[in-house]
């Protein structure tokens, strides 16, 4: 039985072992397992495996010198690059005569996974030249049935989501309409509750990237930040539903922001994408030159309509971290601050099964002083009666102090730096000095006007970008008819 190693355990290693964990068994590839090397982890490194007639490497990396490195690293072994690989694997699949009837098309897993490839992965390889040509055919075939079910080509497709009520697009689609633009919704068939909720905007359902390659619009508008795909008529705008992206990329990654991260990012094609900030433009500018829109955040035009008013006194703290590791690392801490203030527990809404925040939840909840907060609004009663926000590269890291106008206490290990550029703002964070009780006290010598000064002199259109992007997909549409 084949044992199958993805080599290294960069951001990509994670999407190729998904592909390849779906193409095991029903579509012919044999593998005991899958496993992912990484020469930094003790165990896991490539020096540690031998090779066997049974195993063999699949090495996915988009520099070109780091994977020569990489290939001379798996001599020995039965190596292949990844998209080479994958590609001809598909190739033979798209080759049967089911995919030319497009109610089979419709119901096809392996047609899905194939656009969620290619939305990742890319090379200049003859197998993944014919992928795209194998593909151009079939999505054809989907875009014509879009267009019989709509009757006519729309000017945009407007992807909605049930994650936070699609609030991260705020009003786009109602100043779309305004200006007289045609607008179709979209809900992804995965999105369970989507279709419910979105009901009165009568959305199609169907796969996310079906619509993202389908060409039956001018514009199609989403939050998913990745967005590769096919060669299309349309462009893609993106309005990314986090704040900090891409600037958390300097708190996320062990490497800094070098030549293959902007190539990286610079390979979607016929893609606008919008920046909340000044910092996140300066370094997608660097990817997207001037396919990169000064937007700004269309979530914070909501704001007005939401009470962020009480009367309840400033007591509670806000404990929002991201990296369920570090949270637990924190529990001692944790109890030392119960002991001194109110303590809110509030897991990202993807992190709610998690369990190390149930872990953490079961071993705190019976403490007067501890709380838990899942709710969908992250503004409600128990985060209005907060003085500061104990976060990490959540995005509550930003928008909790612009927000509420209360200070973030940083908790990230390192933070490296772009140009002038660090993760960390001292507009609205307090750094995290391992002392929780220490750190939260320094919040209320916290000059909060800051925060003021952080919103006039960085974002774009604050509580206006709605507005403002509409205009601009609005000329972008009419100077094209």
Request: glycine share 2%.
């Amino acid at each position: 039985m084949n044992k199958i190693y993805i080599y290294p355990n960069n951001e990509d290693a994670f999407y190729a072992k998904y592909i390849l964990t779906e193409l095991i068994d029903e579509y012919g590839l044999k593998a005991e397992f899958i496993s992912i090397l990484d020469d930094n982890i003790p165990g896991h490194e490539i020096s540690k495996i031998s090779p066997n007639k049974n195993s063999f490497i699949l090495i996915s990396c988009f520099d070109k010198v780091l994977f020569k490195k990489l290939f001379d690293n798996a001599k020995g072994f039965k190596r292949y690059d990844f998209t080479t690989f994958i590609s001809s694997f598909f190739n033979k699949i798209l080759n049967l005569n089911e995919l030319n009837d497009i109610n089979y098309l419709l119901k096809s897993s392996v047609l899905r996974l194939v656009l969620f490839f290619i939305s990742f992965f890319k090379n200049r390889s003859n197998a993944y030249k014919m992928l795209n040509a194998n593909l151009e055919n079939l999505v054809s075939k989907l875009s014509s049935y879009y267009i019989k079910m709509l009757g006519e080509k729309p000017d945009v497709i407007y992807f909605l989501s049930s994650f936070a009520n699609s609030k991260h697009l705020g009003n786009i689609d109602k100043f779309m309409k305004q200006n007289g633009l045609k607008i179709a919704y979209f809900v992804d068939e995965n999105d369970a509750s989507g279709g419910g909720m979105f009901k009165n905007l009568n959305p199609i359902i169907a796969p996310f990237y079906y619509m993202l390659n389908t060409n039956i619009c001018k514009i199609f508008i989403s939050t998913h930040t990745v967005c590769m795909s096919l060669k299309s008529s349309h462009k893609k705008l993106i309005v990314p539903h986090a704040f900090i992206y891409p600037i958390a990329s300097l708190a996320q990654r062990k490497r800094p922001l070098d030549e293959h991260f902007f190539n990286k990012l610079a390979r979607n094609n016929n893609l606008i994408v919008c920046a909340s900030t000044k910092s996140n433009y300066k370094i997608l500018k660097t990817a997207f030159k001037n396919r990169c829109l000064k937007a700004g955040y269309p979530m914070f035009d909501l704001l007005p309509n939401l009470n962020s008013k009480t009367q309840d006194p400033k007591n509670k703290i806000l404990l929002a971290i991201n990296n369920t590791e570090f949270l637990y690392t924190f529990k001692v801490q944790v109890e030392k601050l119960l002991n001194k203030f109110q303590v809110i527990l509030r897991p990202h809404p993807a992190q709610i099964f998690d369990k190390e925040f149930l872990n953490l939840k079961k071993e705190l909840e019976n403490h007067p002083n501890f709380f838990y907060d899942d709710n969908k609004n992250v503004i409600n009663p128990l985060t209005n009666s907060t003085f500061c926000c104990f976060s990490d590269t959540s995005s509550l890291s930003y928008t909790y102090a612009i927000t509420f106008k209360n200070p973030v206490i940083l908790c990230v290990q390192q933070t490296q730096k772009y140009e002038d550029i660090s993760f960390f703002d001292k507009r609205l964070h307090i750094l995290y000095n391992g002392d929780m009780v220490k750190s939260a006290r320094k919040a209320f010598e916290f000059d909060n006007s800051l925060v003021d000064k952080y919103i006039k002199d960085e974002m774009y259109n604050y509580q206006n970008s709605s507005k403002f992007i509409a205009e601009f997909i609005t000329r972008k549409i009419k100077e094209n008819r």
